[in-house]
């Protein structure tokens, strides 16, 4: 457990908006792209994405990822403390409007909402992201257990500080005299974070090769396979700005308590993400992602990889063209999504 004095439910409603603007780049629209191995024609060139009425290249489905790492860096560097670390646990991603090259992105974030499960405390993170347009184009919400000292061996943090990248803030050094002056800054002094949802990806008709008539609930789709290997670990690593060395570094994923080096869970997403797009034909038509993360995929040095995916129809709506999909993905013969779900729009 974290020191008694550090009360972190005290922090709940803690928003700030990011100072800066992100701005979706064109090349790192691809190099996202082929870090979560998706080729999706309209991730790569403009003329597919027109094809299919988006004025640039469309950013893969868990892109935002990107954005929201860095603007999570203040919350958990220096926000909050008493932690030694955070395990992801949940995902889900809301999706107004998909994101291309060309869109500047203003974010908003919220310490939504803190529980505890087993007597650990579970911390929901919830960004919004604006583009230049003032809407709201996707919301997201990030779940992770804080880890204390009886979860983080002693000598994990001097570990890492000899092999992570530099400019890394491995833990926060803040006081709690500072988070509260900060808490209470924030609060009093936050702007306004844009509340109109953008109404495009429910109004936009969806260009999929996939026709509502010919889905039942039940039908499966077609099931995909993906290989990862140390390499593909470290590109998504750099490309992603996650540096963790437990998704590289042997030594320090065996003192963390891990079997292995493991795959990050954003990445195991990002390979869901693209196999519901790809049988889609369609990347706009994919408006709801949410995965609860039961297990990890191990990489070994030595052999590479393989997670499985698979899906099936769990509901359908006649009146919206709208499907839910239940997703399954497996890493030798583990189930490494608890529970994953997509809400699809259909031509």
């Excluded at 409603?13 to 979706?24: A, F, Q, S, T």
């Amino acid at each position: 457990m974290v020191d008694a004095t550090y009360d972190v439910t005290a922090l709940v409603g803690h928003h700030y908006r990011v100072d800066d603007y992100y701005e979706v780049g064109r090349e790192k629209v691809r190099e996202y792209a082929r870090a979560v191995q998706d080729d999706h024609p309209a991730h790569w060139t403009e003329k597919a994405a027109a094809e299919l009425g988006y004025s640039g290249l469309v950013a893969p489905t868990t892109f935002v990822s990107i954005p929201a790492m860095i603007a999570n860096r203040r919350l958990f560097e220096s926000v909050i403390t008493g932690y030694n670390g955070y395990l992801q646990t949940d995902q889900v991603f809301e999706l107004y409007k998909p994101l291309v090259a060309g869109d500047r992105l203003f974010s908003d974030v919220e310490l939504e909402t803190v529980r505890q499960v087993a007597g650990k405390d579970l911390l929901t993170v919830k960004n919004t992201f604006t583009d230049q347009a003032g809407e709201v184009v996707h919301v997201m919400h990030t779940t992770v257990v804080g880890l204390t000292s009886e979860d983080v061996a002693e000598e994990v943090g001097d570990a890492m500080a000899r092999v992570v990248m530099h400019g890394v803030e491995l833990l926060s050094s803040a006081t709690n005299q500072e988070i509260a002056a900060s808490n209470g800054k924030a609060k009093d002094s936050a702007p306004e974070a844009a509340t109109a949802l953008s109404d495009f990806s429910r109004t936009r008709q969806p260009q999929t090769t996939v026709r509502f008539e010919d889905l039942a609930v039940g039908f499966e789709l077609p099931a995909r396979e993906a290989r990862l290997t140390r390499g593909d670990l470290v590109n998504y690593a750099g490309v992603s700005g996650d540096p963790n060395p437990i998704h590289w570094h042997d030594g320090i994923a065996v003192l963390s308590g891990l079997p292995d080096v493991i795959a990050h869970g954003m990445l195991t997403m990002g390979l869901g993400a693209g196999f519901i797009t790809d049988w889609l034909g369609d990347p706009g038509a994919l408006t709801r992602y949410s995965v609860r993360l039961s297990n990890y995929a191990i990489v070994e040095a030595k052999s590479a990889g393989n997670l499985e995916f698979s899906g099936r129809i769990k509901s359908l709506d006649p009146e919206t063209r709208t499907a839910v999909l239940v997703i399954t993905a497996k890493s030798a013969g583990r189930k490494i999504f608890g529970l994953a779900t997509a809400d699809i729009r259909l031509a």
